[in-house]
């Protein structure tokens, strides 16, 4: 099976800090995903990657970056934390960019930034 | 850009009786549908998917869903709802390699 590793389950961070959060995943995947969950906002995807140093923007990166210096980890940084940045955050990773497979989550880790 | 559209942010069922949670899609070319469920504080599992092939696509915990072309339509459905049941439950379609989900489903199972 697929195993997709968020470094945190809970994390609270103050405002201004600079936070990171680590992802890995053990299946040789290509893409991998960052989506922050908000209720009754669904998914939103914030960056996703392709390969090793590549990124592109989803359709909320303000405030984001990240990082894929190896295959098997993605992760994401706020670069000076917000509290409108509290909320849930998910990881994921699917095969290939043509496979059209299904993507594989994270167990999530919820932010809080005070 | 493809949509997903899940009717109903909220669904509650009595335990036993037939779930069914809707999802339309919006896309030009053939789909790649997905249902996820979501218990608290949790990721996304994935429920079934559909590619390809027969259109009454069964999944894990006896969920079913049947992809319908005329209708743009992809909904889920269990005969019997069990207290187990109630989580969050999402709709996804790709296209290339982006995921699109809907806004989600939350069920709620009443003893």
């Known amino acids: 099976d697929v195993k997709v590793t968020q470094s945190s389950r809970y994390l609270v961070k103050r405002t201004g800090e600079k936070v990171f959060l680590e992802c890995v995943q053990d299946?040789?995947?290509?893409?991998m995903f960052w989506y922050r969950q908000d209720p009754g906002l669904g998914l939103r995807l914030i960056y996703f990657s392709y390969d090793v140093k590549m990124k592109e923007k989803g359709d909320i990166p303000e405030g984001y970056s990240v990082s894929r210096e190896k295959k098997e980890r993605f992760s994401l940084i706020l670069e000076s934390a917000s509290t409108n940045q509290t909320s849930m955050y998910l990881c994921?990773?699917?095969?290939?960019?043509?496979?059209?497979?299904?993507?594989?989550f994270g167990q999530g880790t919820r932010l809080t930034v005070v | 850009a493809q949509s997903v559209t899940q009717l109903g942010s909220h669904v509650s069922v009595s335990e036993g009786a037939l779930v069914l949670l809707r999802c339309n899609y919006s896309s030009s070319v053939p789909p790649y549908l997905f249902w996820y469920v979501q218990y608290p504080n949790q990721g996304l599992q994935l429920l079934l998917k559909y590619t390809t092939g027969a259109t009454l696509v069964k999944g894990i915990n006896g969920f079913e869903a049947e992809f319908k072309k005329s209708e743009t339509s992809f909904h889920l459905t269990k005969p019997s709802a069990h207290m187990s049941d109630a989580a969050e439950y999402f709709c996804?379609?790709?296209?290339?390699?982006?995921?699109?989900f809907g806004t989600g489903t939350s069920l709620t199972v009443i003893p």
């Open positions: 299946m040789d995947h290509e893409n």
């Open positions: 996804a379609v790709i296209d290339g390699n982006q995921f699109y």
């Open positions: 994921a990773s699917s095969l290939t960019r043509t496979a059209n497979t299904e993507a594989f």
